[in-house]
């Protein structure tokens, strides 16, 4: 089974707090995801990537960063929080599309910024 | 215009119901379709997914897909409470980049015992 962990399932911070929510999967999987979901807005890819040290921005990628230094992990760094980024962030990985498009995803971190 | 379009619901079933839960998108690109299953405080899980035309069967769910008319719809059978979730469409596009999927906002389904 393909096993997608997220480093937090709550947290709370508060403004201009630099915030890292880290993501683990251990299916040596290419391509890694970020996204928010957030209600009546469905999910929003903030960025991906599709190899080491590789990324490309999503949909909304103002006010984060992504880093991935090894094929397993994907980090999302929030530079300085602030209220409305307040939403349940969800990590996701897959095979390169001519293998595969579906994508996998970890259990979510809910972030609340106060 | 939103590439993928999802009634939002909320939709709200007896127990034993036929379900019926649809998508629509823009894209004529677009070469492979998906449904997603999200318990409330769970990531998604995949559902079923299919690259034609037609329906595509699994248990009590029914996926279909008319690519002339760019509408997707997954059927439940006999839902059952454990039914209960958000349901999101996911559509994709076969080519060289990752990005591969536009998610649908979400229907979040009530089956009542």
């Known amino acids: 089974d393909v096993k997608v962990t997220q480093s937090s399932r709550y947290l709370v911070k508060r403004t201009g707090e630099k915030v890292f929510l880290e993501c683990v999967q251990d299916?040596?999987?290419?391509?890694m995801f970020w996204y928010r979901q957030d209600p009546g807005l469905g999910l929003r890819l903030i960025y991906f990537?599709?190899?080491?040290?590789?990324?490309e921005k999503g949909d909304i990628p103002e006010g984060y960063s992504v880093s991935r230094e090894k094929k397993e992990r994907f980090s999302l760094i929030l530079e300085s929080a602030s209220t409305n980024q307040t939403s349940m962030y969800l990590c996701a990985s897959s095979l390169r599309p001519a293998l595969s498009p579906t994508q996998y995803f970890g259990p979510g971190t809910r972030l609340l910024v106060l | 215009q939103k590439e993928v379009e999802q009634d939002p619901g909320p939709l709200s079933v007896p127990e034993g119901a036929i379900v019926s839960l649809n998508c629509t998108y823009s894209n004529s690109a677009f070469q492979y379709f998906m449904w997603y299953r999200q318990y409330s405080r769970k990531g998604p899980e995949l559902l079923m997914y299919t690259y034609s035309s037609g329906n595509k069967e699994d248990g009590r769910f029914t996926a279909q897909v008319d690519k002339s008319s760019k509408y997707i719809s997954l059927f439940i059978r006999d839902s059952q409470p454990s039914d209960s979730a958000t349901y999101l469409c996911a559509i994709g596009i076969s080519s060289g980049s990752a990005r591969q999927l536009t998610f649908g906002s979400g229907t979040q389904l009530t089956v009542l015992p």
């Open positions: 990537s599709y190899d080491v040290k590789m990324k």
């Open positions: 299916m040596d999987h290419e391509n």
